[in-house]
């Protein structure tokens, strides 16, 4: 296992392994079996663009060993923020062949999180588009050169600038390279975090590639399974449940599309005959709604997912109507945990709950205050351990002591109920995180950035309810007095403040409230639940 990386118990790694969800398959060799079994079949369409499983395993192989000539090497850490495209899965590919470990991040985040990620795992590389949605990421690579001085190389899909052409990489022939050891880590992935900046996922062959095995099965994924990718494919759950590896597992077709918007998945839709797809309920709302005027085809479309935050139980019940296609309920997390509602269960479980567990060992705890289980059906706590759960963070020691019990569970901070069945409800958090429309904001880390204004004392962030996104983000700020003529900071100056701070888009509050001072508990901490309290009642819409 990597340095700073935490094993699972050797017991429980051997139970994993007799009960054959860790088979020891990398990657690597999981892809080069794929194009032996499919070769002719598309693996994945970009536009115009579509490569056979032969396609996409030849060109990984090429651009693993041109990644090797440059030096990188097995378990060296490179940042790969690409967008939807086809060179995704063949840098991700690549990456996994030569045994180096990819660092996946969203194509929202910014120097914030890529120098301090480029800091914490010793990046030797980059991997960017060169723009993407009006945004210019090689602006973003100089800032990331000059502040993280160990990232020697940045490799540009598209135009490259003063940096390299990923094009150009490649080599003529592949190379005969080592490979990597089943039970190391295979990918990083990033956590939605309630403190400071994004904690690294440690994801190992073994345990990531058994969650995926798994999901398609229970997603029924087959040959003929035409996914669209339309959320970021360097989430969690577009990535890998079922996702887009999930699809190739099966030997389906990937579709990539630059944007989740109607104007863009519809057409896709019709054209490649998509038949799954993977929303968060925000758009699966927007989908609803422009499914009722669209001039597109979408009767190809078989299962709807939906996941990130939850699906209100009435939108839940249109989406048959509304996009002529059954819906699927999905809850998990980066760090492991994967719930989903079964084609089989009955329609008030694929309504109302966000399904049950994808493993026989995946054991569950709803909990109390008091660490003490509660009764079905009662809200708690969810705890869980598994045979893809990790048992912590990379480089968190001391974060990694609150977050998992002594015995391994790992504290989620999603308050959910547990019915007799199995299933599950997700009821809301425990953690200081806000669920912007399935992006998860830790309130803390924001709050630091708006600490660093010379104008602000003090400042909370809050979610307050959004009957599209389930929450937004309000910033809370005290001023600090004023010298005499100077005014108190506005919402367009903090806003740029955290923009020249390298903060994500999706992070910056969505509305700021200038206040004299917080309301606060009996010990004189400041009391959120008050603010949130006053900021619903004050902004709910009316009725």
């Known amino acids: ?52 499983y032969a396609e996409l395993s030849a060109r990984a192989s090429r651009l693993a060993a041109g990644l090797r000539d440059l030096g990188i090497a097995p378990r060296d850490r490179v940042i790969v923020q690409l967008p939807n495209a086809a060179e995704f899965l063949e840098t991700a590919f690549a990456l996994f062949r030569l045994g180096a470990i990819p660092v996946f991040t969203l194509p929202a985040h910014r120097s914030s999180e890529i120098v301090h990620l480029a800091r914490h795992c010793a990046a030797v590389a980059y991997v960017v588009a060169d723009e993407h949605a009006g945004f210019d990421y090689r602006t973003l690579a100089r800032e990331v050169v000059a502040r993280a001085p160990g990232v020697r190389h940045v490799l540009v ?33 990033l956590s939605g975090g309630t403190t400071g900046t994004p904690k690294m996922i440690p994801r190992t062959h073994d345990d990531y590639l058994y969650s995926i095995r798994a999901s398609a099965e229970i997603c029924g994924l087959t040959p003929r399974t035409v996914y669209l990718a339309a959320l970021p494919a360097a989430h969690n759950f577009p990535m890998s449940s079922p996702g887009v590896f999930g699809v190739l597992h099966a030997g389906g077709r990937v579709v990539m599309a630059a944007q989740p918007a109607p104007s863009t998945a519809f057409p896709l839709i019709e054209a490649e005959r998509v038949t799954l797809t993977a929303l968060v309920p925000p758009l699966a709302l927007l989908w609803m709604e ?44 980066a760090e492991g945990l994967v719930c989903y509602t079964r084609a089989g269960d009955p329609q008030e479980y694929r309504l109302t709950t966000q399904g049950r567990p994808i493993s026989p060992d995946d054991e569950i705890r709803v909990v109390g205050p008091d660490g003490r289980e509660v009764p079905p059906g009662a809200p708690g706590e969810l705890l869980t351990r598994g045979p893809y759960t990790i048992r912590g963070y990379y480089r ?5 002591a609150a977050a998992f019990t002594p015995d391994g569970f790992y504290r989620t901070g999603d308050v959910v109920s547990r019915l007799p069945s199995g299933h599950l409800v997700v009821e809301g958090r425990e953690k200081d ?18 600490l660093a204004h010379p104008a602000v004392r003090d400042a909370a962030v809050v979610a307050v309810p959004d009957r599209f996104l389930g929450e937004r983000t309000c910033a809370v700020v005290v001023p600090r007095a004023a010298a005499a003529g100077a005014a108190a900071p506005d919402a367009a100056a903090l806003r740029e403040h955290l923009r020249s701070r390298g903060l994500a888009p999706f992070k910056i509050p969505d509305r700021f409230e200038i206040v004299t001072r917080f309301p606060v508990t009996g010990v004189g901490k400041i009391s959120k639940r008050e603010l949130r309290r006053a900021l619903a009642a004050r902004l709910a819409p009316p009725t």
């Open 1 to 52: 296992m990597l340095e700073h990386c935490v094993p699972w118990p050797a017991e429980a790694a051997a139970r994993y392994r007799a009960a054959g969800y860790w088979r020891g398959e990398t990657f690597g060799a999981l892809l080069t079996r794929l194009a032996a079994a499919h070769g002719d079949r598309v693996a994945v369409v970009d536009g115009a663009r579509s490569w056979t």
């Open 433 to 450: 995180q806000i669920n912007r429309g399935g992006e998860k904001i830790a309130a803390e880390e924001v709050e630091n950035h708006l």
């Open 290 to 333: 422009t499914a009722r005027t669209t001039r597109h085809d979408l009767s190809s479309l078989e299962v709807l997912q939906v996941g990130g935050a939850r699906l209100g139980n009435e939108a839940a019940a249109r989406v048959p109507g509304a996009l002529g296609c059954d819906l699927q309920q999905v809850y998990g997390m």
């Open 157 to 189: 899909a598209g135009d490259a600038g003063e940096f390299t052409p990923l094009d150009g990489v490649r080599a003529p022939e592949p190379a005969d390279l080592p490979g990597a050891d089943p039970a190391d880590v295979a990918l990083f992935q």
């Open 396 to 400: 968190a020691g001391e974060h990694n």
